[in-house]
């Protein structure tokens, strides 16, 4: 027995605390025999105004034996609505309990795993769902303080009770206090929020597809995105209980949401990024550079406003849509993130904060690095659209439009962006394009763009779109179809031990991927009735010229040589914002119309991608070579 102590000592001892110290924590707890418990922790907020302040349900799994040598130890948490409506992971996973009231089903993998190493896995039921009080406010305060006052309770600032209604205290003290939050979409959404108040104790967080302004969710510069509010996210996942009680928040979430896009005071309490900061916490981010639900303009101003801020930050970046590491690069993410817990809850110097910043999927499971991202060299540069020799049919420079060039398209709400790519060399009325040249030498973009339009509508409203398009065969994640870029496989693989009623074992996926001619990598949109604020729009006068500035999505791409580059505006992108309320003509002055693009290398290296004669078309396969396979990276020209 004093060997075994001895040799716990070691693998849970701070690093530095001796010659020697661990790099990595070690399986040597029992996750049969761990402690399952279930506490209210008081949020001191009255979301449901019943003149008792909420409580939220907090289950907790960790190990017996530190908490019986009086060991601490670290705390992982995820906070979510969706243990009982929805389920968790990519199979749905909900919270189970025995008869005590105890979980017995933590979804995921994270308790499995990290338990037996050391950890307390802290699953937290929002306000308003599953066994918790108060009411569903879709990102606001309610939301936010379920998961900070748990931090709370666990660096004893906060009250924590044995039950929904008794007095009888509870005191975590079997914890160190220091709190890793992680989470997909909402879950990740709430990590985002609780960091961006600064709550003492929360040292990282692990936001995968997460929301950084609720606004952008519903909204692109007034351009609807969703024909629905956040009321209608908050009666999905809310419990019916909650339902029942709730009215005026939900009457809040309608009033406060109005569908003109205008931003509200309810949008500025949502907005985290605001608030970056007040963020203390280290971030590793995650998100599908496709990710066509929680878009990837989100991770890129999160990004930005945290690198402002001089906050300690990792990136993963895929070629997916909305979906977990896990499902697409499950042993190195499962390798990854233990070693990222184990270095900011255990304080273990394993070299991760040493190693390259970005994780980048090139192709469909193969991957690049860089040690900073956006790399150094990266610069904005900005790109003209120019006439061709056909309507709607341009080139895409560095050179200006002639004053009174222009391109006209009527909007059609029945066209997408992949409508608009398929025909880009082909006059159209829904559209307008421009191309470069096939380029002589690979051109990567990395970063958040901007496009700044300046169009006369015939209509008193209009929708814009714009889209980067990289013009080229290749093979992509088949981020539009089911599953988002993956498949799901019947095998399985365990991550951890299990119990009978809590698996560590969940199936495998494979890449889905899809053969494609073209691929848009980046979009935006906006309200042109938001040309004077992107927080309140205007009735249009017809006939009239207005410019505003589109933002476009964060991605990272390299456009190989050979292919072309192309922008496209156009008017509704359909499946992806609402339409106007008729159909304008629109007419876009080319001589005050112009893309900021970020390109590695800056104008020097568009310069030189776009000039010189193109290289001989090879096979995609070909292209591969120098990209390395799964499990394997490597840096990229310009990393």
């Given amino acids: 027995m004093a060997a075994v102590a001895a040799l716990m000592a070691v693998l849970l001892s701070p690093a530095g605390a001796a010659q020697g110290a661990p790099r990595e924590s070690r399986p040597v707890y029992s996750y049969e025999n761990a402690i399952r418990e279930s506490v209210w922790v008081d949020t001191r907020i009255d979301g449901d105004a019943d003149g008792k302040t909420d409580r939220v349900a907090v289950d907790i799994v960790r190990p017996r034996e530190p908490a019986q040598s009086g060991r601490k130890i670290p705390v992982i948490m995820d906070a979510s609505p969706y243990y009982a409506c929805c389920g968790r992971g990519n199979e749905s996973q909900k919270k189970t309990y025995d008869a005590h009231g105890n979980v017995v089903q933590a979804p995921l993998f994270y308790d499995n795993y990290f338990v037996p190493r050391g950890y307390a896995m802290v699953m937290v039921d929002l306000a308003g769902t599953n066994r918790s009080d108060g009411c569903v406010d879709v990102g606001g305060r309610s939301d936010v303080q379920s998961a900070a006052s748990v931090v709370d309770w666990l660096n004893g600032r906060a009250r924590g009770y044995s039950s929904r209604t008794g007095d009888s205290r509870v005191k975590a003290g079997w914890t160190t206090g220091n709190v890793g939050m992680i989470g997909k979409s909402y879950d990740g959404t709430v990590a985002n929020g609780v960091a961006a108040t600064g709550v003492e104790g929360l040292k990282t967080i692990v936001p995968i597809g997460a929301i950084s302004s609720w606004y952008d969710y519903y909204f692109a510069k007034g351009a609807p995105l969703y024909d ?165 049919v341009g080139t895409l420079g560095p050179k200006p439009s002639a004053p009174g060039a222009t391109e006209t398209f009527t909007d059609d709400p029945q066209l997408s962006e992949t409508d608009w790519a398929a025909q880009i060399d082909v006059s159209t009325p829904g559209k307008t394009g421009f191309t470069t040249r096939p380029l002589a030498r690979d051109l990567r973009l990395s970063g958040s763009a901007t496009v700044t339009v300046t169009a006369t509508p015939s209509t008193s409203t209009a929708h814009l779109s714009a889209v980067l398009v990289d013009l080229g065969p290749d ?37 889905k991927t899809r053969a494609v001619d073209y691929t848009v990598f980046s979009r935006g949109w906006a309200d042109l009735g938001n040309y004077a604020s992107a927080k309140k729009g205007r009735p249009l006068t017809p006939g009239k010229a207005y410019t505003i500035t589109l933002d476009l999505a964060a991605s990272d791409h390299v456009v190989p040589a050979g292919h072309r580059l192309a922008l496209i505006i156009a008017g509704t992108d359909a499946g992806l914002i609402d339409p106007p309320a008729g159909r304008p003509t629109v007419t876009v002055d080319l001589a005050r119309t112009f893309a900021d693009i970020p390109v590695v290398g800056g104008a020097g290296a568009f310069a030189r991608a776009t000039s010189g004669p193109a290289p001989e078309a090879a096979p995609f396969e070909s292209r591969l070579d120098g990209v390395a396979g799964p499990g394997r990276t490597q840096r990229v020209p310009g990393a």
């Fill in 228 to 392: 629905s509010g956040p009321d209608w996210l908050s009666n999905y996942v809310e419990s019916p209980a909650a339902r029942a009680r709730c009215a005026a928040v939900q009457q809040r979430l309608v009033d406060e949401a109005p569908r003109t896009g205008d931003w509200t005071r309810l949008w500025n309490e949502r907005d985290h990024v605001k608030d970056a900061d007040e963020v203390t916490a280290s971030v590793f981010l995650v998100h599908g550079m496709q990710d066509l639900n929680v878009r990837a303009k989100h991770f890129g101003q999160w990004w930005d406003a945290l690198a402002e801020e001089g906050v300690e930050r990792k990136i993963w970046l895929s070629q997916t849509g909305h979906v977990d590491p896990f499902d697409f690069r499950r042993a190195e993410w499962v390798t990854t993130l233990h070693r990222w817990f184990d270095h900011e809850l255990l304080g273990y110097d394993n070299g991760i904060d040493r190693e390259p910043m970005a994780d980048i999927e090139r192709a469909p499971g193969q991957w690049s690095t860089d040690k900073v991202w956006p790399p150094r060299a990266t610069d904005l540069t900005e790109v003209r659209p120019a006439k061709g020799a056909f309507a709607g």
């Fill in 475 to 511: 093979t992509i994640r088949d981020y539009a179809a089911s599953g988002e870029g993956i498949s799901t496989l019947p095998e399985r693989t365990c991550w951890g031990p299990s119990t009978a009623g809590d698996s560590s074992c969940f199936k495998e996926t494979k890449a």
